[in-house]
């Protein structure tokens, strides 16, 4: 079998962020910034990191700034210019994509997950694609979509970013039930959504960080609601385990769930640590708060 390259990536950005409000109310919510950059702007600067050149926002209304955000950004670099201001458009010109390698598409009424990545079915094609959760805030060494990229690469199917957390919250979550490990491979032998905690096959979970194959649009097609009454990418990714290989990674880094108030505080401060300019006066005025 030969292995396609992954060069594609799909990113689910039509929520409407209601437990951001009033944040939230003009701004879509993965433009909060984790001091001083979008969430959105770490999710692709990840997929980059791990080889994708092509990239989809699976959008919805209010939330064209989403894609304006990489676009160039004419009188703002005029006067960047004018000002000499030239490591600030350096550093938009390191960012700037190129042409065309953006593209959005709609998902109309909120349906779930699942549904988000049907909507991006033509952009997908017949090919492997990533997909990133811009609130999962990933703080890794090797970007998390390159680590996955690595295991499609040597799995040759689909794989999933997992970690474990304590039994007792795995009911947020897609869980795993794992088969044997091989280094950082765990093997998939099923996936539930959402599971109640005493039913749960595993207390390892999915995080929002997928390489899948296009046959999962096939699953998605039968718009078979699940947990929630949503369409949920969980359940036609487990009607790939056993057709296609399948294995979660244990990914090395740290996950932020900045679609979470705490969480979000928390990847401030750990990004802020990790900022050479910054780290000594926040490290020092955190002293002030315990
Ligand atoms: C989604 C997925 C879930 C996964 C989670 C990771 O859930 O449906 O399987 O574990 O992302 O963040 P959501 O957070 O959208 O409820």
Redesign the pocket.
Not at 205 to 208: A, E, L, S
């Given at each position: 079998m030969s292995i396609k390259p992954l060069r594609k990536a799909v990113f689910p950005v039509a929520g409407l962020g209601t437990r951001f409000l009033p944040a939230t109310k003009q701004m879509a919510k993965e433009m909060l910034p984790v001091v001083d950059k979008p969430l959105i702007q770490y999710a692709v600067e990840e997929a980059r990191a791990a080889g994708i050149e092509q990239f989809c926002f699976v959008t919805g209304r209010g939330k064209t700034m989403l894609v304006d955000q990489f676009d160039v950004a004419y009188e703002l670099e005029h006067v960047l210019r004018e000002r000499n201001k030239t490591k600030e458009l350096e550093m938009l010109h390191a960012q700037a994509l190129p042409p065309g390698a953006i593209v959005s598409t709609r998902q109309q009424v909120p349906l779930g997950?699942g549904h988000a990545i049907w909507c991006a079915r033509s952009f997908i094609g017949d090919e492997p694609f990533a997909i990133l959760?811009p609130?999962?805030l990933m703080q890794c060494d090797v970007s998390c979509t390159k680590q996955l990229a690595d295991a499609y690469y040597a799995t040759g199917g689909n794989v999933v970013a997992v970690e474990e957390v304590p039994r007792e919250i795995v009911n947020r979550?897609?869980v795993i039930a794992p088969g044997a490990t091989t280094g950082n491979l765990v093997e998939i032998k099923g996936l539930v959504?959402k599971p109640k905690v005493e039913e749960a096959p595993s207390n390892i979970?999915?995080?929002?960080r997928y390489v899948l194959m296009p046959e999962v649009i096939g699953h998605l097609s039968r718009m078979e609601r699940g947990a929630g009454n949503e369409i949920?990418?969980?359940d036609s990714m487990a009607k790939l385990i056993g057709a296609q290989p399948f294995h979660g990674v244990l990914y090395e880094g740290r996950r932020f769930?900045c679609?979470d108030k705490i969480g979000y505080l928390e990847a401030q401060i750990a990004f802020a640590l990790k900022r050479p300019e910054m780290a000594d006066a926040v490290r020092g005025f955190l002293k002030t708060y315990t």
């Open positions: 997950l959760l609130d999962d979550y897609g959504e979970t999915v995080i929002g949920q990418l969980t769930d679609g």
